[in-house]
């Protein structure tokens, strides 16, 4: 990576960890280092049958997670960082508020279902607490955030594609849907997708954790049951900014995080690295990675378009967890009803990019469906994120 800002960011993140400083220092930098020397990183590629090459499924399966560098062009990201701009505009002035600074009815005022998740500056609102199933077991430090910062910001946007058209068509990018398909199967399903929004001085920390919640203890265990997401980089994702992962921790089941902080001595956890991404490149990450990310101390800010996708064995007949949609059992038919989104983006990346080849969806082949992105599909889309396919 060739950022700059690196070490300013590096150094300004060590000087909020007072005297774990030059600690915090060493750990961002060795971390570089060593997420740069693994062998999971390059763009998409095919094998001669058109399956996604076995060196990327072997690295993603041993490692947990997969760097695809150059998958979004400048176009698209310029697209997408104006529509963020736009939607920005669009946020109401503070938690629980229905308008925005301009009086005007806010973006998700009108939501049935949780859309902006808060935070005050810096904070790790969900760390050592009982939301979401109490899966961030540790709180990280919350640093002090400067005097000018807000009282409060978003930090996360769940139900993303009601809002954003241009998230609606990096979910229908047809590489990224082939993937999809050759990890969970021609008929992979959707699971939910999300902003995560990290400004500089004031993103907030997203404490360790594992993402799966219902199959830990399923007889059918293994590496992929809880499925993965894909995380595409607006900015890109340093070590100051970026999600952290346990290279291999899929793996090993449900992780007491608090005893791999004790082991570590801090929370800087032994061994973990960051995501190191350029603008445009896309994470795979197995949700049952230990993963999390810091407070944005530094300089860059990180935005991720994040979508995920499970096997559909995975969801078909469970009980869901509760934790991005009301608990409830996904049966054939609120999957189908779910998975209409991948229509939407796939007819809307078509509208924006003619060239590209769209991606076939297997069970929208079976059965004969097509669909059309337009103004009533958008108003469809409200509320969309209650058929979370939360596991
Ligand atoms: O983007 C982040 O900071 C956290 C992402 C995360 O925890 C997730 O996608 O599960």
Same mark, same amino acid.
């Given at each position: 990576?060739?950022?700059?800002?690196?070490?300013?960011?590096?150094?300004?993140?060590?000087?909020?960890?007072?005297?774990?400083?030059?600690?915090?220092?060493?750990? +961002?930098?060795?971390?570089?280092?060593?997420?740069?020397?693994?062998?999971?990183? $390059? !763009?998409?590629?095919?094998?001669?049958?058109?399956?996604?090459?076995?060196?990327?499924?072997?690295?993603?399966? *041993?490692?947990?997670?997969?760097?695809?560098?150059? /998958?979004?062009?400048?176009?698209?990201?310029?697209?997408? *960082? %104006?529509?963020?701009?736009?939607?920005?505009?669009?946020?109401? /002035?503070?938690?629980?508020?229905?308008?925005?600074?301009?009086?005007?009815?806010?973006? &998700?005022?009108?939501?049935?279902?949780?859309?902006? @998740?808060?935070?005050?500056?810096?904070?790790?609102? +969900? $760390?050592?607490?009982? +939301?979401?199933?109490?899966?961030?077991?540790?709180?990280?430090?919350?640093?002090?955030?400067?005097?000018?910062?807000?009282?409060?910001? !978003?930090?996360?946007?769940?139900?993303?594609?009601?809002?954003?058209?241009?998230?609606?068509?990096?979910?229908?990018?047809?590489?990224? +849907?082939? /993937?999809?398909?050759?990890?969970?199967?021609?008929?992979?399903?959707?699971?939910?997708?999300?902003?995560?929004?990290?400004?500089?001085?004031?993103?907030?920390? =997203?404490?360790?954790? %594992?993402?799966?919640?219902?199959?830990?203890?399923?007889?059918?265990?293994?590496?992929?049951?809880?499925?993965?997401?894909?995380?595409? %980089?607006?900015?890109?994702?340093?070590?100051?900014?970026?999600?952290?992962?346990? #290279?291999?921790?899929?793996?090993?089941?449900?992780?007491?995080?608090?005893?791999?902080?004790?082991?570590? $001595?801090?929370?800087?956890?032994?061994?973990?690295? #960051?995501? /190191?991404?350029?603008?445009?490149? @896309?994470?795979?990450?197995?949700?049952?990675?230990?993963?999390?990310?810091?407070?944005?101390?530094?300089?860059?800010?990180?935005?991720?378009?994040?979508?995920?996708?499970?096997?559909?064995?995975?969801?078909?007949? =469970?009980?869901?967890? $509760?934790?991005?949609?009301?608990? %409830?059992?996904?049966?054939?038919?609120?999957?189908?009803?779910?998975?209409?989104?991948? &229509?939407? &983006?796939?007819?809307?990346?078509? *509208?924006?990019?003619?060239?590209?080849?769209?991606?076939?969806?297997?069970?929208?082949?079976?059965? &004969?469906?097509?669909?059309?992105?337009?103004?009533?599909? *958008?108003?469809?889309?409200?509320?969309?994120?209650?058929?979370?396919?939360?596991?």
């Amino acid at each position: 990576m060739s950022d700059p800002h690196y070490m300013e960011s590096i150094e300004a993140c060590a000087a909020h960890y007072g005297d774990d400083s030059d600690a915090m220092r060493d750990y +961002l930098i060795s971390g570089h280092k060593r997420a740069m020397a693994l062998d999971n990183r $390059g !763009p998409i590629e095919y094998d001669a049958d058109g399956n996604l090459a076995g060196h990327i499924v072997d690295a993603y399966k *041993k490692y947990g997670f997969y760097v695809f560098t150059g /998958v979004l062009y400048q176009d698209e990201l310029d697209d997408i *960082k %104006q529509d963020l701009a736009e939607m920005k505009e669009r946020f109401p /002035v503070g938690p629980g508020e229905k308008l925005t600074a301009d009086g005007a009815p806010a973006l &998700g005022a009108d939501c049935e279902t949780t859309t902006l @998740v808060w935070s005050k500056p810096l904070g790790d609102p +969900l $760390g050592g607490s009982a +939301l979401a199933n109490g899966r961030h077991q540790v709180k990280l430090l919350e640093p002090k955030a400067a005097d000018d910062a807000p009282a409060a910001a !978003p930090f996360i946007l769940l139900g993303s594609l009601q809002f954003s058209e241009t998230c609606l068509r990096v979910y229908g990018h047809p590489q990224l +849907l082939k /993937v999809a398909e050759d990890i969970n199967g021609k008929d992979f399903a959707p699971f939910n997708e999300s902003l995560f929004i990290k400004e500089p001085g004031i993103g907030a920390a =997203v404490s360790w954790h %594992q993402d799966g919640t219902t199959h830990w203890d399923s007889e059918d265990f293994d590496d992929g049951i809880h499925g993965f997401n894909f995380m595409a %980089q607006v900015y890109g994702s340093t070590a100051v900014n970026g999600v952290w992962v346990l #290279p291999g921790s899929h793996k090993l089941g449900k992780v007491d995080i608090k005893q791999l902080v004790a082991e570590s $001595g801090s929370e800087r956890i032994a061994d973990t690295v #960051p995501l /190191v991404c350029d603008a445009g490149d @896309v994470v795979m990450c197995n949700r049952q990675l230990v993963h999390g990310s810091f407070a944005n101390t530094g300089f860059e800010p990180r935005i991720t378009v994040n979508m995920g996708f499970h096997r559909r064995s995975s969801v078909l007949g =469970v009980t869901g967890a $509760g934790t991005h949609s009301a608990v %409830q059992v996904f049966d054939e038919e609120l999957i189908a009803k779910r998975s209409e989104v991948i &229509g939407f &983006g796939i007819d809307a990346r078509r *509208k924006r990019f003619p060239n590209e080849t769209p991606y076939e969806y297997q069970p929208f082949v079976e059965k &004969g469906l097509s669909y059309e992105w337009n103004e009533a599909a *958008k108003a469809s889309l409200h509320d969309y994120n209650a058929l979370d396919l939360s596991i």
